[in-house]
């Protein structure tokens, strides 16, 4: 431990948080793919606005299509395959690159940067602003990822910050 710098630690944090956040986007993948017919009811519930409070003024904004929930199902899944490419590839790159000159680690944090953005929209655009605002998500007693959403994000965004933070000497 005493030939570990604080600047190898550092560079080998981030790499380990991004390796954690791949990990979840592999294993939300894996969920997805292996159930998809759970995944798609809960999609499917959350666009009829069926389970939330019966609301007039909003009513015009369910979408009750089964193809249309399959469609926007899709689109999610590619965005979640999208962001752990990223992810996975960045945490590739930092890691390759752990020992680099500051200059080149610090370029290396692209496509992790990029990963983090996307999942950043999935989680907090799609779920927190579009399912919990427009849907009224958080009105489901059963069909309610608002919290789930938000822990997510809880985790990438200070993830992004700390990634982007060009403290390596």
């Known amino acids: 431990m005493n030939d570990l710098t604080t600047d190898q630690l550092i560079r080998n944090?981030?790499?380990?948080?991004?390796?954690f956040l791949s990990f979840f986007g592999l294993l939300v993948m894996y969920s997805n793919f292996i159930d998809y017919s759970t995944n798609y009811e809960y999609v499917g519930h959350i666009l009829s606005m069926d389970t939330t409070r019966e609301n007039?003024?909003?009513?015009?904004?369910?979408?009750?299509?089964?193809?249309?929930?399959?469609?926007i199902y899709w689109i999610i899944i590619t965005l979640e395959v999208m962001y752990t490419a990223y992810c996975l590839m960045g945490?590739?790159?930092?890691?390759?690159?752990?020992?680099?000159?500051a200059d080149v680690f610090h370029e290396s944090k692209k496509l992790s940067i990029v990963g983090l953005l996307i999942a950043i929209f999935v989680y907090y655009v799609c779920l927190q602003v579009i399912g919990v605002e427009w849907f009224n998500m958080d009105e489901s007693q059963v069909w309610n990822a608002k919290d789930w959403a938000r822990h997510v994000v809880d985790f990438i965004l200070p993830l992004l910050i700390y990634l982007t933070l060009k403290i390596e000497r």
Do not use: D
Request: charged content about 15%; overall charge positive.
């Open 13 to 19: 944090s981030k790499v380990i948080l991004m390796a």
């Open 56 to 71: 007039t003024n909003i009513s015009y904004r369910a979408i009750t299509s089964p193809m249309l929930h399959h469609r």
């Open 91 to 101: 945490t590739y790159q930092l890691f390759k690159n752990r020992h680099a000159t």
